[in-house]
Each structure stands twice: as C-alpha cells, then as structure tokens.
C-alpha cells in the first residue's frame, strides 16, 4: 500500500501561529530558535524535518504549527551554515519578526 503524501509547503511562521491561535512573545521565539539550532546541530535539517513531521502524525503538533517550524528551520539552518552564532541567529530573527508586527516591514 502506498503511503499518503502529505502537502508539506512551507508557510510564514506568523501566519501559521496566527491560524492556530498562538500568540508567542519575543522570548518564546528566541527559545525555539535556539532548540532548532541545538537540534540542527545533533541530527541536521533532514531528520528534523522527520522529527518535525513525526510530531505531527503523533499528534503533538498540528500541520499547521509544524510548516511553521519547518519554516523556521530553514532560516536557522541558512544562517547556522553561515557561521552565525545562536544568540545572533535567534536575535536576527526577533528583529525581523518585531518590524513584521510593527508594520515597518
């Protein structure tokens, strides 16, 4: 039997915590930047995607919620490839998403 594949597009993290009705403030966001980093580190951006995906059939995490870290992830894994260092990475992405929901961007 073939297995089912699943539409894995990968969409903008604050549309996808806004469509699940979370609201994560800056700390949160820099917290999760840093475990996608330290995951990234241990298994690489293949396996998470797997990891992530197996959240999602478990249950853990709904789809929605998981393109979003996908989504996340690769911007990590972008800037991780470039030698940023976590803090900056995670700081690199809390001024991006701080100007979105400003509206200066």
Same mark, same amino acid.
């Not at 996908?70 to 992405?93: F, K, T």
């Given at each position: 039997?073939?297995?089912?594949?699943?539409?894995?597009? /990968?969409?903008?993290?604050?549309? &996808?915590?806004?469509?699940? $009705?979370?609201? !994560?403030?800056?700390? %949160? @966001? *820099?917290?999760?930047?840093?475990?996608?980093?330290?995951?990234?580190?241990?298994?690489?951006?293949?396996?998470?995607?797997?990891?992530?995906?197996?959240?999602?059939?478990?249950? /853990?995490?709904?789809?929605?919620? &998981?393109?979003?870290?996908? $989504?996340?992830? !690769?911007?990590?894994? %972008? @800037? *991780?490839?470039?030698?940023?260092?976590?803090?900056?990475?995670?700081?690199?992405?809390?001024?991006?998403?701080?100007?979105?929901?400003?509206?200066?961007?």
């Amino acid at each position: 039997m073939k297995k089912e594949v699943k539409d894995r597009s /990968i969409k903008h993290i604050d549309e &996808g915590l806004k469509s699940v $009705s979370v609201s !994560l403030d800056l700390t %949160s @966001l *820099r917290d999760i930047s840093l475990w996608l980093n330290k995951v990234l580190n241990m298994v690489g951006l293949s396996k998470l995607e797997k990891l992530i995906d197996s959240y999602v059939e478990a249950g /853990i995490l709904n789809e929605t919620l &998981g393109n979003a870290l996908r $989504s996340m992830a !690769l911007v990590v894994d %972008s @800037l *991780r490839n470039e030698n940023v260092r976590p803090e900056v990475q995670a700081q690199i992405i809390i001024e991006l998403l701080t100007l979105i929901k400003c509206g200066k961007v």
